[in-house]
């Protein structure tokens, strides 16, 4: 993390997201106010990460059209050159001020897959904090903000870097009844249910992650006929039967169905994330589908569109044109499965489809998608290596991108090849294929392809790095049925020649749907009730430094009956690298250092109301007794203070303040 301002506070909030986040993180600071360094030095911290995000925290309030320019020239030579993504969050400056160097920058860096920005009108929007500024400790130590903003810039970071390294739901399944509208169809009637406005923004949500590559489907106990009739005469319904994937409306339990919508999307199901208003409902999935994240929606239909707006796992880092173009390809594969229905063979089929596999060099423009195939590539992946965008565009050897198309329509780019030559082999390190091209020879030409490449440099073999996974059967499969492939180690080995030969040999029989794999005990649960709890209890910056505090007030020892001593304790706990256990304990011997004692005092005076004089600061005599006894001290002056100001007072003036505090 690189900040032009003292950012040491927000480690608070960012230890505390990885403990409730179940992530093992660490956070680096580059040396103080030191940004553009950090981002130019090849040797520095920001180009040393290698598997985290590199984070800048800025404020550009003050700063130039051409410092903002050279920032996010600095903030695009770093993420060429370090394999992890960049956030840069544009930090707000005092009241009042003006945004245009923000949204300069943030335009500057847009289209860029390896960075993201959140501008300050982002932060507001996720985590408002209303007394955001404090002009004191900026002064005193370039600590412009509160602790309560300190916590929203590291949720909104924490935010950011978990959807970078958690895997998002490709499906989005959602009941109906009391739902997607108000009432029971079966009972109100197709025009008698209502959508009100929590229905109609949970309805707004839908089609916007529908728009940014997520799938809908319905998963409902009820009549097929009346849901269906809903969606398509109801005037105040946003989502139409076009919108709608696929569907499972009958009275077969839901957990069998959303078992058959994966097997019909060809998907697995921790892809799947559930929407249902009936806890019992969500129970019955998670237990049957633990790997299914199901969340039971507020019975309050106008909590739900805050409740979504805080479900982390909805966030998108990117939104590419395949993204947008998903659920148009899905319809279209329901056309291809159609004609091989119709087709007499198998072979027929294939020869019918006018299928075309283009393997080509990646272009800049591919660096999102290649990325998010790595990511999101299981079944036919030879190694299951994941990568961002920042790795792939440092990556030791050629990526090359497959598109495949046929005489229904493009696929778009649907595979993804890194390879290279090595001692008179073609080395590849990563061969995979989205699951929707499996089983139509697609692998067997981009192999082909692989031998063209071989041939063309003189080499004489290709070698195939394989790392078996807990889903990547049908890469083994391939490998091991290739003619003349032979293991060599952790790899599989085929001449030029047969690679240039393989031919995929189809079944003589169209094979029927696959169904959907049962559930064992290999199958990774969602973190429904972590995401749950996110939503409804940590949404604020005021609920996590609630949680943080309960966190640190159970790690505080110190035996005291001072009400005063207890919080100084807490507070030490909190800032210090080593927590108090007496009373006696001395602020310096704890690990205290001149910006932890300037927080301490910003954190006296928000809560005990007391300017804390600068001989109390700094003297050797800096205990929790000590620093307690000389807030009483200064709050009793104060008091006093108050007390003489009233007696001045006359009654007609006591009973006007107390009139105008009502």
């Known amino acids: 993390m690189a900040a032009s301002f003292t950012a040491d506070p927000i480690d608070e909030s960012l230890r505390h997201w990885s403990e409730e986040l179940g992530l093992p993180t660490r956070t680096d600071f580059a040396p103080y106010n030191q940004v553009f360094q950090a981002l130019l030095d090849g040797d520095g911290p920001l180009a040393a990460n290698r598997h985290g995000v590199n984070v800048v925290l800025v404020r550009v309030d003050q700063w130039r059209e051409a410092e903002t320019d050279e920032l996010a020239a600095a903030v695009r030579h770093s993420a060429g050159r370090a394999p992890v993504p960049h956030l840069v969050v544009c930090c707000p400056g005092p009241p009042g001020g003006e945004d245009k160097a923000e949204i300069r920058l943030a335009e500057a860096l847009a289209g860029d897959p390896r960075v993201r920005v959140l501008t300050s009108a982002d932060l507001a929007a996720l985590y408002p904090v209303a007394d955001y500024f404090d002009a004191t400790g900026e002064r005193s130590a370039d600590v412009p903000y509160t602790r309560a903003m300190f916590a929203a810039l590291g949720t909104a970071v924490a935010r950011a870097v978990h959807a970078w390294v958690t895997p998002r739901p490709k499906v989005i399944a959602v009941d109906a009844d009391n739902t997607l509208w108000d009432g029971v169809v079966g009972e109100d009637g197709v025009l008698g249910v209502r959508v009100t406005p929590g229905r109609r923004a949970l309805q707004e949500l839908l089609l916007a992650q529908r728009a940014a ?27 139409r039967p076009e919108h709608v ?31 249902d208003d009936n806890p019992v409902e969500i129970a019955e999935v998670r237990a049957a589908h633990p790997q299914v994240l199901g969340l039971a929606l507020p019975l309050d239909a106008a909590a739900v569109p805050a409740y979504l707006g805080h479900c982390w796992p909805l966030d998108h880092t990117s939104v590419t044109d395949d993204d947008r173009e998903r659920a148009e390809r899905y319809a279209v594969e329901a056309r291809r499965r159609a004609a091989a229905t119709a087709a007499p063979s198998m072979a027929s089929f294939l020869d019918g489809l006018g299928l075309v596999v283009d393997v080509r060099p ?32 440092v990556v030791d050897g050629e990526v090359l991108a497959v598109d495949v198309r046929d005489r229904f329509g493009s696929y778009g780019q649907v595979g993804v090849v890194v390879d290279s030559a090595r001692g008179g082999r073609l080395d590849v390190e990563t061969f995979l294929l989205s699951c929707r091209v499996l089983g139509r020879g697609v692998e067997h030409r981009v192999l082909a392809a692989l031998g063209a490449r071989a041939a063309e440099r003189g080499l004489a073999e290709i070698r195939l790095a394989y790392t078996a996974t807990d889903r990547n059967r049908p890469a083994h499969d391939f490998l091991t049925g290739l003619r003349g492939s032979r293991r060599d180690g952790d790899a599989f080995v085929v001449s030029t020649v047969d690679a240039v030969a393989a031919r995929y040999e189809p079944p003589a029989a169209v094979p029927a749907p696959v169904a959907a794999a049962p559930v064992g005990q290999s199958a990774v649960p969602a973190d429904a009730e972590r995401v749950h709890r996110i939503a409804t209890g940590l949404t604020s910056a005021a609920e996590v430094l609630a949680a943080i505090d309960g966190r640190r007030s159970a790690a505080v020892t110190v035996a005291t009956g001072d009400a005063t001593e ?64 000389t807030i009483r001290e200064h709050a009793s002056d104060g008091l006093h203070d108050l007390l003489a100001e009233l007696e001045q007072l006359s009654d007609d003036e006591v009973r006007a303040l107390l009139d105008a505090d009502r």
């Open 213 to 239: 590559g997520r799938l809908i489907a319905i998963c409902s106990k009820n009549a097929e006929a009346d849901v269906l009739a809903v969606l398509a005469e109801h005037p105040d319904m946003l989502l």
């Open 245 to 275: 994937t696929a569907h499972r409306i009958n009275w077969e339990p839901k957990s069998a169905n959303l078992a058959a919508l994966a097997a019909e999307l060809d998907l697995g199901l921790d892809s799947f994330l559930f929407l």
């Open 362 to 393: 990646m272009a800049p423009a591919d660096l999102a998608r290649t990325a998010q195939l790595t990511q999101r590539t299981n079944q036919f992946n030879l190694t299951g290596v994941r990568r961002t965008a920042a790795e792939l565009s």
């Open 566 to 629: 207890a919080r100084v304790a807490a507070i030490w706990t909190e800032l210090l690298d080593f927590p108090p256990t007496s009373v006696h304990d001395n602020f310096h011997e704890l690990g205290g250092h001149s910006l932890a004692l300037v927080r301490f005092a910003v954190r006296v005076r928000d809560e005990f109301g007391v300017e804390l004089p600068v001989d109390a600061l700094f003297t050797d005599a800096f205990t929790v007794a000590d620093v307690a006894r």
